[in-house]
Nanobody, 124 residues
Framework: QVQLVESGGGLVQAGGSLTLSCAAS????????MGWFRQAPGKEREFVAA????????SYEDSVKGRFTISRDNAKNTVYLLMNKMKPEDTAVYYC?????????????????WGQGTQVTVSS
């Protein structure tokens, strides 16, 4: 099975940018649909973005469309989330997840492997 480790979180001012990375080990990340989710205090974990195995198809939650970009480098076994024009409501723990499924899904239940998460805080 694959192990996932997120990095790149931190504190950023509103309007700023951060890039999260998700490094995979144990198996090639190219075998998985990959997604990013986030969970704010007191809220359920929610879908942010996902990318298919080849990187040719992506999907985004409405509130991040046009601001966030998911990408993958299968040669480096890494998935990225570029976050621009960040807002205080983007504050959450961000999780990388891998799915053995064949298509992109926004459902947490569709993902088989999860990282430990990285904290992102956006100050106003």
């Amino acid at each position: 099975q694959v192990q996932l480790v997120e990095s790149g979180g931190g504190l950023v001012q509103a309007g700023g940018s951060l890039t999260l990375s998700c490094a995979a080990s144990g198996r090639a990340v190219s075998a998985y649909v990959m997604g990013w989710f986030r969970q704010a205090p007191g809220k359920e974990r929610e879908f942010v973005a996902a990318i298919n195995r080849s990187g040719g198809s992506t999907s985004y939650e409405d509130s991040v469309k046009g601001r966030f970009t998911i990408s993958r480098d299968n040669a480096k076994n890494t998935v990225y989330l570029l976050m621009n024009k960040m807002k205080p409501e983007d504050t959450a723990v961000y999780y990388c997840a891998g799915s053995r499924g064949l298509v992109i899904s926004p459902r947490t239940a569709a993902y088989d492997y999860w990282g430990q998460g990285t904290q992102v805080t956006v100050s106003s």
